[in-house]
């Protein structure tokens, strides 16, 4: 079993920044991938950015050029920074760790960006 736990987001206006942490604990040997994914209001989870064990990241074409994706394999933790936030990356967040076998999903995180 793995825990997820996120902590960040809120309300951000316009062109702001925001950052998004997430920590994994539990069985975290055979991980191979953490990440992030979003769901706003009617509409469908949609892939953020992720990185492996490896170091390789892949982003989801909305956010390239303005999020980044870090990752620090010692304390097993993810971070997300997004930049120049627009209302259409409103949405509740949520951090996957994905292992061998599994894939582990936090509770979400509300990222609200209005003027």
């Given at each position: 079993q793995v825990q997820v736990v996120e902590s960040g987001g809120g309300l951000v206006q316009p062109g702001g920044?925001?950052?998004?942490?997430?920590?994994?604990?539990?069985?975290?040997?055979?991980?191979?991938?953490?990440?992030?994914?979003?769901?706003?209001?009617?509409?469908?989870?949609?892939?953020?950015?992720t990185v492996t064990?490896?170091?390789?990241?892949?982003?989801?074409?909305?956010?390239?050029?303005?999020?980044?994706?870090?990752?620090?394999?010692?304390?097993?933790?993810?971070?997300?920074?997004?930049?120049?936030l627009k209302p259409e990356d409103t949405a509740v967040y949520y951090c996957n760790v994905r292992t061998v076998r599994m894939s582990y999903w936090g509770q979400g995180t509300q990222v609200t960006v209005s003027s």
């Open positions: 920044s925001l950052r998004l942490s997430c920590a994994a604990s539990g069985s975290t040997s055979s991980i191979l991938e953490m990440g992030w994914y979003r769901q706003a209001l009617g509409k469908q989870r949609e892939l953020v950015a064990s490896g170091g390789i990241t892949n982003y989801g074409d909305s956010v390239k050029g303005r999020f980044t994706i870090s990752r620090d394999n010692a304390k097993i933790t993810v971070a997300l920074q997004m930049n120049n």
